[in-house]
């Protein structure tokens, strides 16, 4: 654009000017051009940079939900525990024998034997 034109007769350019209302951006149609032509560019990183902060809390939420979720199963964790234990002492034989002696029962010292019926 301005090859043939030598740079001594190129004319500095004010980008920025100083009034009373302090200081002003010079833009002319060059630097209106060359945002027009970085729109897409900018709008493109500006998208990207919301799906990034989206992610971001998005991950972020669901890692406070895994945690919490993890404490309520360790929590549930050691409740079955607690119960399988008391269930295994409970199941004993030596136990029982004295859960059931207040009604009357005995344990059978002799071993069970099958009854078979002839159609004879």
């Given at each position: 654009?301005?090859?043939?034109?030598?740079?001594?007769?190129?004319?500095?350019e004010?980008?920025f000017q100083?009034?009373?209302?302090?200081l002003?951006?010079n833009l002319?149609w060059r630097?209106w051009?060359?945002?027009?032509?970085m729109?897409?560019y900018?709008?493109?990183?500006a998208?990207?940079g919301?799906?990034?902060?989206?992610?971001?809390?998005?991950?972020?939420?669901?890692?406070r939900?895994?945690?919490?979720?993890?404490?309520e199963?360790?929590?549930?964790?050691?409740d079955?525990t607690?119960m399988?234990?008391?269930l295994?002492l409970?199941?004993k034989?030596?136990v029982?024998?004295?859960?059931?002696?207040?009604?009357g029962l005995i344990?059978?010292?002799?071993?069970v034997y099958?009854?078979?019926?002839?159609?004879?």
């Amino acid at each position: 654009m301005y090859a043939n034109i030598p740079k001594s007769q190129l004319k500095e350019e004010k980008k920025f000017q100083f009034n009373s209302e302090g200081l002003k951006l010079n833009l002319d149609w060059r630097t209106w051009k060359f945002t027009n032509k970085m729109y897409g560019y900018i709008m493109l990183t500006a998208v990207c940079g919301v799906v990034y902060i989206a992610n971001v809390h998005y991950a972020e939420r669901n890692i406070r939900k895994i945690n919490k979720l993890q404490k309520e199963v360790e929590l549930l964790r050691t409740d079955y525990t607690n119960m399988k234990a008391t269930l295994i002492l409970q199941g004993k034989r030596s136990v029982i024998r004295q859960k059931v002696s207040g009604f009357g029962l005995i344990e059978n010292e002799k071993p069970v034997y099958k009854v078979i019926k002839n159609n004879d």
